[in-house]
């Protein structure tokens, strides 16, 4: 009975380093406390108005929203706000974002409307610090060079905003340069992971990168959490959830979580 004791102990020690999130202040929790966030912006699901378009946070800052938007690189450096690693979807053009140089990308149109991929910097401009940002970096082949990239746009920013990443390198780099950052950790249920290895999707699902990045929230999505993921939210991590949408129980999400990410209704702004 002892030893099994000592075992249990040395188990809930173990699960206490690995999983266990890092601290945040009160201000940072103010910042994304009961707000609701459009999901890369407030598109429309017929597409007239596309994701990730600056019309969509134009919309989103208009309704009091937080926003939620995807930064990754051109093939020439640029910093810009698109989700897809491919063009293919949005775009109809076939081909990764940074094989094209911003130039190249600007010339094409989001959802076939006469609206284009913008530069982070200009939805800096739209937003104009009137609402909290959650910026999710892109994983990549030059994740440093978008770190440091996003970094410098963002120092230059007057206005509230945190990040996020499904990747713990990025969040971990987050950690190591600008901790007094609000940082997360992005994640679903393992089984989602499709296309990637089996283990790698059971470490990412279940957060088993926690102890490289120390992630200060958690942005978890549609699937079961996993007991690692709720003992990291016992241990005090944010609980952010993603995508909320008219067919789940809202009220429910609202509940359960510190921030909603949410597309194609419309809520309150707030909710705490």
Same mark, same amino acid.
């Given at each position: 009975?002892?030893?099994?004791f000592?075992?249990?102990?040395?188990?809930?020690?173990?699960?206490?380093?690995?999983?266990?999130p890092g601290r945040?202040?009160?201000?940072?929790?103010r910042m994304v406390s009961?707000?609701?966030h459009a999901?890369?912006?407030?598109?429309?699901?017929?597409?007239?108005?596309?994701?990730?378009?600056?019309p969509?946070?134009?919309?989103?800052?208009?309704?009091?929203?937080g926003?939620e938007?995807?930064i990754?690189l051109s093939?020439?450096g640029q910093?810009?706000v698109f989700h897809d690693?491919?063009?293919?979807?949005?775009?109809?053009?076939?081909g990764?974002?940074?094989a094209f140089?911003?130039d190249e990308?600007?010339a094409m149109?989001?959802?076939g409307?006469e609206?284009t991929?913008?530069?982070?910097?200009?939805?800096?401009?739209v937003?104009?610090?009137k609402?909290p940002m959650?910026?999710e970096l892109?994983?990549g !082949?030059r994740?440093? /060079?978008l770190?440091? =990239?996003? @970094?410098a $746009?963002?120092?230059?920013?007057?206005?509230?905003?945190c990040?996020?990443?499904?990747?713990?390198?990025i969040?971990?780099?987050?950690?190591k340069?600008?901790?007094?950052?609000?940082?997360?950790?992005?994640?679903d249920e !393992?089984r989602?992971? /499709?296309?990637?290895? =089996?283990l @790698?999707? $059971?470490?990412?699902g279940c957060?088993l990168?926690?102890?490289l990045?120390?992630?200060?929230?958690?942005a978890?999505?549609?699937?079961?959490?996993?007991w690692t993921?709720r003992?990291?939210?016992a241990?005090?991590?944010l609980?952010?959830?993603w995508?909320?949408?008219p067919?789940?129980?809202?009220?429910a999400?609202?509940a359960?979580?510190?921030?909603?990410?949410?597309?194609?209704?419309?809520?309150?702004p707030?909710?705490?």
């Amino acid at each position: 009975m002892q030893l099994f004791f000592v075992i249990a102990a040395c188990g809930l020690l173990l699960a206490w380093f690995i999983l266990r999130p890092g601290r945040f202040s009160d201000g940072q929790r103010r910042m994304v406390s009961g707000v609701n966030h459009a999901h890369r912006g407030l598109h429309t699901k017929d597409k007239t108005v596309p994701e990730n378009s600056l019309p969509a946070f134009r919309a989103a800052v208009g309704h009091g929203y937080g926003v939620e938007l995807d930064i990754q690189l051109s093939k020439d450096g640029q910093v810009v706000v698109f989700h897809d690693d491919t063009l293919d979807r949005v775009c109809g053009v076939h081909g990764r974002v940074d094989a094209f140089t911003f130039d190249e990308l600007r010339a094409m149109r989001l959802c076939g409307t006469e609206e284009t991929i913008p530069l982070l910097t200009e939805v800096f401009d739209v937003i104009g610090g009137k609402t909290p940002m959650i910026i999710e970096l892109k994983t990549g !082949p030059r994740n440093d /060079e978008l770190c440091e =990239k996003g @970094l410098a $746009l963002m120092r230059a920013y007057n206005g509230p905003y945190c990040v996020e990443s499904f990747d713990p390198r990025i969040v971990r780099w987050f950690r190591k340069n600008a901790p007094d950052i609000l940082r997360g950790q992005l994640a679903d249920e !393992p089984r989602s992971y /499709e296309g990637q290895p =089996k283990l @790698l999707g $059971l470490a990412m699902g279940c957060l088993l990168m926690n102890f490289l990045a120390r992630p200060q929230f958690i942005a978890y999505g549609p699937g079961k959490k996993p007991w690692t993921v709720r003992f990291a939210e016992a241990m005090g991590a944010l609980r952010v959830c993603w995508t909320v949408r008219p067919s789940d129980d809202i009220a429910a999400k609202q509940a359960e979580n510190d921030a909603v990410i949410f597309e194609f209704y419309e809520p309150e702004p707030k909710y705490l």
